[in-house]
């Protein structure tokens, strides 16, 4: 048998409490980097990867724990503020 015969289906509900949890995270970690983009920013970073390569240089882990930023990663960063 493949697989973890534990494993059940969650209920919907728990789906939306997790994802919630998820997205709620995702901002908390979001918001820690935001004054990184605004010193960056201030210093003539313009584009994404100006942004990205600006975090990767100050030592800024990204979400995941990487030491380097990708152009994707800041934008996800910026769209998770705008959202929420």
Do not use: F, I
């Amino acid at each position: 048998m493949l697989g973890n015969p534990r494993l059940r289906v969650g209920a919907p509900d728990q789906a939306r409490a997790a994802a919630a949890a998820k997205s709620a995270q995702a901002r908390a970690r979001a918001a820690d980097v935001l004054p990184y983009l605004d010193a960056a920013r201030r210093a003539g970073a313009r584009t994404l990867h100006e942004l990205a390569e600006a975090l990767t240089n100050r030592g800024v882990p990204t979400p995941a724990g990487r030491a380097t930023w990708q152009p994707e990663q800041v934008r996800r960063v910026l769209a998770s503020q705008a959202d929420g």
